[in-house]
């Protein structure tokens, strides 16, 4: 997968960087930060061009501390970029997976890797003194011990980071678009083998046996069932007649699919045919606006102008936002979603290579909750849809 994402991502090759060097200066730049220092695994996979380390891939506690991985960029130097890692993790530059000019794998827990950074930036000529950090995956010892040097000033990176990950490459965009595909299929297949009597529990180790059988890891699912709103797994028992929500993120390489889907035990009545086909015409008329150079809140305003005209105004839950490496990420539609953020992009542009999560529920009194969630990528000439099967009721094969 490196050598794929490498070859493939627009913008600077500079040195192997698989990311567009000038893009980041750029934004470091006009963020005023000198250097960077990246300690999320979503964004240390995403700058070295899709490493991520196999042996701290679910868990990073380990002995009396915690996997830190440490990307350090200087404005304007490649040549000078370096990853510092665990100890165990010689093995993965060993077999060429790790592309900075400086690497050292030595580190076990959180101050020897803050301290080998320290070491790093030191060395490094021009300016250092104003370094960027994420300040919510940087640990509290780590940052301490950088905030008491003298000459530096810590700034947040993550803006900056967002934004170069903003628009995808055709390699990233191929790997949301497997996600999403995966994801849908084994919430097909899981809604195959729904029965009266199973507990929603139960429909959830079949989605995640599903998810995994796909190559996925599977990361959650939200599952609604017969007329409550309750969108925990538990030990409440399916019935004839109950509709099931499934709304699951399953990560392919990094990348997150995130859909939802409905299924029935039995045939679902003309009620909940139009319920659905009601949430359909949110997400429909949501997606038409999509293409490059149209607002990102021209994507909100399309779905709200559905929600305001409809009887379950009241009722219903629509927004609509940039996905990826993570759920919530550029571009940042609104300000008014679950996630709160600035709504940033509502009045930018938006470009080719983009990937929005658009999704709707509506939440009845009487008939449950019904939700549909896509993923659109903004191409060329407009948008595409991974994943887009599964729209109507999915009736359970043993209902």
């Known amino acids: 997968m490196k050598n794929e994402f490498v070859n493939d991502l627009r913008g600077s090759k500079q040195l192997g960087a698989p990311f567009d060097t000038g ?3 750029r934004l470091m730049d006009e963020a005023g ?3 960077i220092v990246a300690t999320s695994r979503h964004n240390v996979q995403y700058l070295l061009g899709g490493y991520r380390f196999f042996f701290f891939d679910v868990m990073e506690a380990i002995g009396t501390s915690r996997y830190l991985p440490a990307f350090i960029y200087q404005k304007g130097r490649p040549e000078s970029a370096a990853y510092i890692g665990n100890r165990m993790e010689a093995f993965e530059h060993e077999n060429g997976s790790i592309w900075t000019p400086v690497v050292k794998t030595a580190t076990w827990g959180t101050l020897d890797t803050i301290g080998a950074v320290i ?19 940087l640990p509290s010892d780590a940052k301490d011990v950088l905030a008491r040097l003298d000459g530096i000033e810590l700034r947040d990176a993550h803006f900056v980071l967002e934004r170069l990950r903003a628009v995808k490459s055709h390699a990233e965009i191929d790997l949301i678009r497997q996600a999403s595909e995966r994801v849908v299929d084994a919430m097909g297949a899981t809604f195959g083998v729904c029965g009266a009597g199973m507990t929603k529990q139960d429909i959830v180790q079949n989605l995640k046996r599903e998810e995994q059988e796909r190559d996925l890891v599977f990361e959650y699912c939200l599952i609604a069932a017969g007329t409550s709103h309750n969108r925990a797994p538990s030990g409440q028992r399916l019935a004839l007649g109950d509709v099931i929500s499934l709304d699951s993120g399953g990560n392919y390489r990094g990348y997150i699919g995130d859909l939802s889907r409905m299924g029935i035990i039995g045939e679902p009545d003309a009620e909940l045919i139009e319920l659905l086909q009601e949430v359909e015409a949110i997400q429909q008329s949501a997606r038409r606006p999509i293409k490059p150079g149209v607002s990102g809140g021209d994507i909100i305003a399309a779905g709200m102008s559905v929600v305001e005209s ?4 009241d009722v219903l839950d629509f927004t609509a936002h940039g996905i990826g490496l993570v759920s919530h990420e550029a571009p940042r539609l609104t300000a008014n979603g679950p996630v709160p953020y600035p709504a940033f992009d509502a009045d930018r542009p938006l470009e080719e290579g983009m990937v929005i999560s658009i999704e709707t529920a509506l939440l009845h009194p009487r008939r449950g909750y019904i939700k549909l969630e896509d993923t659109l990528i903004v191409t060329a000439d407009g948008w595409e849809a991974p994943g887009d099967v599964r729209r109507g009721w999915t009736v359970a094969l043993s209902g």
């Open 33 to 35: 930060i000198d250097v």
């Open 119 to 137: 070491d790093h930036v030191r060395k490094l000529g021009g300016d250092t003194g104003r370094i960027g950090i994420e300040t919510g995956f």
């Open 310 to 313: 409809s009887p379950h105004r």
């Open 23 to 25: 893009k980041l200066d």
